[in-house]
């Protein structure tokens, strides 16, 4: 938080504690992992009308999406409906994966609204590129903007599921917590740390981060 001369302090709200959970039966994992992906999933329902969901076609997101619809149709949660929006490469039929959306489509009952890549790529908002490298740009801008008209207010999503499952080893991206801390001791051990912890040149991660594209990227502006 920042008082009224300007002065930055930090409250810890939480910790996550390291816990250990040891089953004799090995399906027993399982069925925790299920239970608890149905509260996180159900966590997200808690809200009156339809609520949102990217889909891919991926697993994340297929579980996702085939995980609410449940719940929905079993009434367990609050949320009524659910509606679906994807981003597809329409110009490109080998990136296309659609057919993959449309299995998820038939299982759920619902039709994806279609978002196509090429004709999002140049999108970006410009009240808010400048502030942050994480602003939403491309297909993720013009995807708000559909939920938003559709009067969404939730929007559930698999994007960050190889992450939270391990799948993803470079989240390198979280040195610019350090920087906006003015912490550059920290950003580059950091990154000295995601370098030795994928394999990749301290120059390459160096270069992805902060490089000219990266740059162009955030300020908006057309190579």
């Known amino acids: 938080s920042i008082d009224a001369a300007g002065n930055e302090t930090h ?4 910790t996550i504690a390291a816990g250990e959970i040891r089953y004799p ?3 027993a994992y399982e069925e ?3 239970a608890l992906w149905r509260e996180a999933v159900g966590a997200r329902l808690r809200v009156d009308g339809t609520v949102w969901a990217e889909l891919s076609g991926g697993l994340d997101s297929s579980s996702v999406v085939c995980m609410a619809d449940r719940l929905i149709r079993w009434g367990c949660v609050q949320a009524g409906g659910l509606r679906l929006v994807s981003h597809a490469t329409l110009e490109s039929p080998e990136g296309d994966e659609r057919r993959f959306i449309a299995e998820v489509e038939r299982q759920v009952g619902v039709r994806s609204e279609i978002v196509g890549v090429e004709a999002c790529q140049s999108l970006t908002d410009p009240g808010l590129a400048w502030v942050t ?3 939403l740009q491309g ?3 013009e995807t708000v903007r559909r939920v938003r008209t559709g009067g969404g207010r939730v929007v559930l999503s698999g994007r960050l599921g190889d992450a939270v499952m391990g799948c993803q080893p470079d989240n390198s991206e979280a040195v610019f ?3 906006a801390r003015a ?3 920290a950003a580059l051990r950091n990154m000295r740390a995601w370098s030795r912890a994928t394999h990749k040149p301290f120059v390459e991660i160096a270069y992805r981060l902060f490089g000219p594209e990266t740059r162009t990227a955030d300020t908006g502006q057309s190579a």
Do not use: M, S, T
């Open 11 to 14: 409250l810890r709200f939480w």
């Open 25 to 27: 039966d090995p399906a």
């Open 32 to 34: 925790h992992l299920r």
């Open 133 to 135: 490298p994480y602003a």
């Open 139 to 141: 297909v993720g801008l």
């Open 177 to 179: 917590d350090d920087l």
């Open 183 to 185: 912490d550059v001791l």
